[in-house]
């Protein structure tokens, strides 16, 4: 292997000065030879191995015969030695002489087809013990050599033996094997040959040489799987650099990224693929290895070679998937596969930012492994997720807000607009292997479109392609069938829960159920009322759930103690009988609609608002805290650090820009009505309530004033919540005197 030199430097000498030539003394070989023999490999049973089985290739790639397995026999009780056997040109005595017998010789600096350079590695016979044979087939003679630590230490080569042989020319090395020591010369053989292309043939023990199934593949580079776990592949599993049939973990921390990447997200993910699982090959002499070609040199020059190879191997990756991916037949299956790849639990799950923005169907993002809806409320699409709870056996529906497209997960569409009577139709796709589908789901979704027009563009917008199944195609299933054990429970003791037929119910206010119960008809007491001619406030209720009609969410109904609470803080009496009805009741005959003294909770909820906003002239005061508290555009950190830490009074110029914000600020608050109007902002937050505030305008341009302040105190741009020192939180007094100081010198030094 051709070894990188560095340019020969120039020396100017006086020539009043004598020079003298390093050397050894014959005194100091035997220590010099020691150090060689037994300090140079941190592994001598791999050294061992290694060394001669890469001697052994490169003796078949100098006789043009590199596609030709070596043979290696690992020791045994019976045959306690180990074996390197090549078919390479042999070995003369000189040769033997020469190569064997000196440190530092090697026929193989000049080329890079061959991995030997440094004249070590023949010698590693030493490193394990005292002695090994070296045996030469060459021109139908069979030489015999043993290789010895003689009393002197520095050690001796004695031809033991030659004759004539039908052999085949090479080299065969024979290494004595300790008592104990044969399960680790298997055990580093099967980690060393893992790597070779050319597999060795292998006596003496039968070596698993598999690997992990390659997930992606380039050119001179293969992504494995990594190590399992219940979580997932281990992100911390090696890549490795290949030369020479030598696999070196690359350290990424011995790469010096920061400084060699093209920039910090380049070298963050470099990083992150030195510990990923790559395995990238080096021709011979790419990269510079240690002495005992156990690790590699991280010289300016390895690290260079290696973080060009990773940009490319990057660009390749981005390729593949990026291809793979924009070739789906859908955008559902196009989802499903980016899960595949990007999922927690597969090896590319740590690359997933290489590839954002980058992977589309058809013009259109792919983003992630779901269909989301976003912002669309319940009421206008209600979607729900059917699985197992973590409590109890029965299979429950739950609101959800995305469907994540992956294997066994059926997506089934409420064609019929039941709101009743899904159960038995949904959960034998779950409980059941004889269903619709064949198989048991591992969980369900279930769409409700209750806007068509809605339905219509948000599948139009997101490239909603998915195969769905319509409730009116799935059988409907008697639950005694599907949870017989919960039908058998039910005998001669059994009593019906009356609420079960019950049509009319009122909330228990008094109830002391904990928020975290489960019984959701604990919460209700049986009421009677006349639907048609009573005057009452109901609430609609599915399985016991009030339903929100301004957004279609249902809510646990513990929910309603909290809303009595929150409505208490804009002066709004929770009404103290408070009906609710199931939604059958809303179905067919819907008595409620001919009473015009029913009222709906969220509406009444509603117009209690608009009279109370009216009666204490609030519309204003609501705009203007809206504005500076809510997402106007308005940079509002600096503002509310401003606001709660920075006293007018300590202002030195108290008609400058800094006041006159803090003044116009302060007014748009309106600290006075601060309860008040703060709950009314959460009553509309909590029930999801919109008021119309047509025509209103923020009391004061505050946009203008804060852009006036901020071109004035630029430094006020590092001040906010999330800030070093903690402004508005737990704020040092000496570090707002420091603000308030930087502020009053700005003042004084404009004026």
Known sequence: MITQTKDPATLKQSEDFKSYKFGIKAEGLSHIFNVLRNQLYSDKTLAVVREYSCNAFDAHVEAGRGDEPIEITLPTRMNPNFHVRDFGLGLSEKDIQDIYANYGESTKRNTNAQIGQLGLGCKSGFAYGDNFVIISYQNGCKTTYNAFI??????????????????RDGIEIVIPVKDGDADNFVDKAQDLFKFWNVKPIVKGAKLDLSRKAVVLRGEGWVLRGGTESRYGYRASDNSYAIMGNIAYPIEEYSCDFSAKATDDDDAAILRSMASSGLEIQFDIGELEISASREALQYTDYTQKQIIKKLQKVRKEMVEQVTKNLTNAPSMYEAKKTYGQVFDYGSPLYRFSSLFKGKVEYKGKPVGSDSFTLGDIEHKDIALKEYAHPNRGYKVRGNENYSIKCIENRPIVLNDCGMRSGILNRIAPLIEMGDNHIGEKAHKVYFITPHNKKVWAKWKKDNNFDAPVIKLSELPAVKMALIYPQAASSKGSGYVKNAKHTTKVFEYDFASTNA??????????????????????????????????????????????????????????????????????????????????????????????????????????????????LGHNGVKQDWMMAVHNNINWEDLADRNGDMALFKLKFNTMMHGCDQKLIDGIREICNEFSIELKQDGLKPTHDISSEAEKVMNKYEMLEFVGGSWKYGWGHSFLENCKKQVVNYINVIDICSK
């Not at 003689?150 to 052999?167: A, C, H, L, N, R």
């Not at 809303?563 to 199931?582: Q, S, Y």
């Not at 009222?599 to 509603?606: G, K, P, Q």
């Not at 204490?616 to 705009?623: I, M």
């Open 150 to 167: 003689d009393p002197s230490q520095v050690g001796q080569i004695s031809k033991m033996s030659s004759e004539k042989t039908k052999e």
């Open 515 to 628: 928020r975290w119960h489960t019984t959701k008809s604990d919460w209700w007491n049986c009421g009677e009322i006349d639907l048609e001619k009573d005057s009452y406030v109901y609430v609609k209720m599915d399985k016991f759930k009030p339903i929100n009609p301004l957004n279609g969410r249902e809510v646990d109904p513990c929910q309603i103690k909290h809303w009595k609470e929150t409505l208490a803080l804009a002066g709004i009496e929770m009404p103290k009988k408070l009906v609710g009805l199931k939604v059958k009741t809303f179905e067919g005959k819907n008595p409620v609609a001919k009473n015009k003294k029913a009222v709906e909770l969220f509406s009444y909820i509603t117009e209690e608002l608009k009279n109370i906003i009216k009666s204490k002239s609030l519309e204003q005061k609501l705009f203007d805290r809206n504005y500076l």
